[in-house]
């Protein structure tokens, strides 16, 4: 049992940066039903791009820069890749252009900082705490406790704020929200940079327990999105359920069947959901009156 509680603990980190990166998607979605596939490169961008602060600012200095980093980084995509798309009403243009987007951004960091891994220093200790018998490494917890405190950010943010709250205008009715005087497009960019900011914000959360270079963003990007689809693209809370469940169900694979197929509950999880329910477990199925 208490390794099984070990193993636990550990999915949890690993779910929560699914979700951290999940989140994003559903930012996107939400507001132009369009999602940024190269979401990978953000975080590995955000986390090159704090390890080259790093060892001026600190850590804890150099995340205010890497989230300014990351927002600037969004509105890139968005007025380079989807605005166009969606100007001339491509209904997948946006798909190939922020892949395109994302492999080019991934060119410019192996030209920048290589193509071999590098070391991000821990800001915390690299000894495990023990909590009843279970030993959880600091790091971990930053991970959980930076990703839950960062979608309560942008939570907080849509419902208190006004450009918050036209986010959540406009993901309700895009159409509606423009008779209304809404600037959809602002909002749409709005909605793609606070999308790569998380993405950022991963980078640097899951850099000190990874190695860092500019590929590292590839498999968590897709495995992310696997959450997005099985939670619910439409829904914050699905993405960290999602999450949840694909980091415990990996971490439990690999010790108590093979490290080689820790990747097969996650797809599995994916085709069951969408065989059965293909707006995910939280999301919401809409009828479409013609």
Known sequence: MTIFLQ????????????????FGYQLTFATSKTLNFGQGEALALGALFGLTLAPFTGYWLMIPLVLVFGFALGAVVERLAVRPAIKIKSEYGWIMATIALGIIFRNLAENIWGRDD?????????????????RVLPMEMLIVAGALLMM????????????????????NDIDAAGLMGINTKRIITLSYSISAMT????????????????????????????VAIIGGLESGL???VGGLILGVAETLTGFYISTGYKDVPGLILLLVVLSIRPVGLFGKAVIKKV
């Not at 193993?7 to 999940?22: D, F």
């Not at 590098?118 to 279970?134: C, H, R, Y």
């Not at 419902?159 to 205008?169: E, L, Y």
């Not at 980078?203 to 696997?226: D, E, H, I, R, S």
């Open 7 to 22: 193993l636990v603990a550990s999915g949890v980190a690993v779910g929560m940066i699914y979700a951290a990166i999940a």
């Open 118 to 134: 590098l070391k991000f220093p821990s800001p915390l200790p690299d000894a495990a705490v023990e909590m009843g018998g279970i």
């Open 152 to 171: 309560l950010c942008v939570e907080i943010f849509n419902r208190k704020s006004i450009w918050g709250k036209a986010v959540v205008a406009t993901s």
């Open 199 to 226: 993405a950022a914000f991963a980078g640097v959360l899951v850099a000190p327990v990874t190695l860092t270079g500019a590929t590292m963003g590839a498999v968590l990007a897709l495995k992310a999105f696997a």
């Open 238 to 240: 699905g993405v960290i």
